[in-house]
């Protein structure tokens, strides 16, 4: 068969297990009902809050908003898989899940970067910080992330396009992604692994590429950082081993749903600001609901 000819895709999911499915179903209903409540509050508070009206929080709303958008393209499909049984997904519903989940993960390679920059900026030349980073520079960053993550992805999304499927529909994973379309293909091509693995060593370089006492003093950014790239890493020196699919699906789903949840409270546990402004709209909001 041919992509021609396909017209649907079969997601094997996690499991077949039906009393794992259900704490499946849980597990990711909680995470990613806590990660787009989490992420929202402080796409709201930078909005409504003057004292967060500056370039780390302007990265910050959007670096939320890409973790939403992230998740979104992904576990609400699965958690319908799961609560009906249906496995099914169709071809270009398919496309459209790896294009939204692979632009969202990439521009936020470099929007990880672009904070790190403002970081070192705010950190190591605080006397020049608000001319470095204007309003304007801010806004050119996040346009050339999203250009940026555009032009990583478009070139295997055109390869993917003309994949030819000779094998099996059947996908073994829980989301439509690209190795497991690769093993189900005929067609002699290679993807973007070596591109998406190059594009996380430039990235990481750049992000890491800057003095050690700035570090020092943003240990939130960091830890997303590492778990960001850590599991990317994994999954990427990793992509082809037939024993380690089930590995790779796991780590998959933590990237997918974990880090989107945990990454609100690692960027504002330690943040009085953010933690002054939520309080400020807890207020306000009892003041109107007292009217």
């Given at each position: 068969m041919k992509n021609g000819t396909v017209t649907t895709f079969i997601l094997l999911g996690l499991t077949?297990?039906?009393?794992?499915?259900?704490?499946?179903?849980?597990?990711l209903l909680l995470t990613y009902?806590?990660?787009?409540?989490?992420n929202l509050t402080i796409i709201t508070l930078t909005f409504v809050d003057s004292h967060l009206k500056t370039p780390m929080y302007f990265f910050l709303k959007n670096f939320s908003f890409l973790e939403i958008s992230f998740t979104s393209a992904c576990i609400p499909r699965y958690l319908y898989s799961i609560a009906t049984g249906d496995k099914v997904i169709t071809y270009n519903a398919?496309?459209?899940?790896?294009?939204?989940?692979?632009l969202c993960a990439v521009t936020e390679f470099f929007l990880l970067a672009a904070m790190s920059y403002d970081r070192y900026v705010?950190?190591?030349?605080?006397l020049h910080y608000v001319?470095?980073?204007?309003?304007?520079?801010?806004?050119?960053?996040?346009?050339?992330?999203?250009?940026?993550?555009?032009?990583?992805?478009?070139?295997?999304?055109?390869?993917?396009?003309?994949?030819?499927?000779?094998?099996?529909?059947?996908?073994?994973?829980?989301?439509?992604?690209?190795?497991?379309?690769?093993?189900?293909?005929?067609?002699?091509?290679?993807?973007?692994t070596v591109n998406?693995?190059?594009?996380?060593?430039?990235?990481?370089?750049?992000?890491?590429?800057?003095?050690?006492?700035?570090?020092?003093?943003?240990?939130?950014?960091?830890v997303v950082v590492s778990i960001t790239y850590g599991t990317c890493i994994f999954i990427y020196m990793n992509p082809a081993a037939k024993e380690e699919v089930t590995v790779n699906k796991v780590v998959t789903l933590l990237i997918s749903s974990v880090s989107?949840?945990?990454?609100?409270?690692?960027?504002t546990l330690r943040n009085n600001q953010v933690k002054n402004a939520f309080k400020v709209l807890l207020k306000r909001l009892a003041l109107i609901s007292s009217k």
């Open positions: 077949d297990d039906p009393e794992l499915q259900v704490l499946m179903f849980i597990f009902m806590l990660s787009v409540t989490g398919c496309i459209i899940e790896v294009f939204f989940t692979y705010a950190i190591c030349k605080p001319t470095i980073m204007s309003s304007r520079v801010c806004w050119v960053l996040i346009v050339c992330c999203w250009l940026s993550g555009l032009s990583v992805i478009i070139p295997p999304l055109i390869l993917v396009l003309k994949l030819e499927f000779c094998d099996s529909n059947i996908l073994d994973h829980f989301l439509c992604d690209e190795f497991p379309l690769v093993k189900t293909t005929c067609s002699d091509v290679v993807l973007g998406i693995w190059d594009l996380l060593t430039l990235n990481m370089t750049l992000t890491t590429a800057f003095p050690s006492h700035a570090f020092s003093t943003c240990s939130s950014h960091m989107p949840t945990m990454n609100p409270f690692i960027y």
